[in-house]
């Protein structure tokens, strides 16, 4: 079993940054994520990190922006969002899977229940 609890969504400037985190409770998966979705629009992978050797993997919207990690007891994911704009608007979900190195909704198994992050101009 394995349940994850997203913190540190909020409102923030065009230019800004925030760090979203996703405590883990139970089970560690080998895989971990950050994804976001809109009201009335596909859920989108973000990045992804393989538990055991900390590799990463990013869509290309925020190569660059945005950065995953995991603190070292595996127990917490980050997602570091630099230079932000309001088009990163969105529900932010961390989710756990078994399938290293995608990005992919479909490959995570155990969902987050979300954290808001607004981006005003």
């Not at 065009?14 to 994520?33: D, K």
């Not at 997602?79 to 992919?104: F, H, I, K, W």
Request: charged letters at 15%; a negative charge; hydrophobic letters at 30%.
């Amino acid at each position: 079993q394995v349940t994850l609890v997203e913190s540190g969504g909020g409102s923030v400037q065009a230019g800004g940054s925030l760090r979203l985190s996703c405590e883990v409770f139970g089970y560690i998966m080998a895989s971990m994520g950050w994804f976001r979705q809109a009201p009335g629009k596909e859920r989108e992978g973000l990045a992804s990190i393989y538990t055991d050797n900390g590799d990463t993997y990013y869509a290309d919207s925020v190569k660059g922006r945005f950065t995953i990690s995991q603190n070292h007891a595996k127990s917490t994911l980050y997602l570091q969002m630099n230079s932000l704009r309001p088009e990163d608007t969105d529900m932010y979900y961390c989710a756990a899977g078994q399938v290293v190195g995608t990005v992919s909704p479909a490959e995570f198994g155990y969902w987050g229940q979300g954290t808001q992050v607004t981006v005003y101009s």
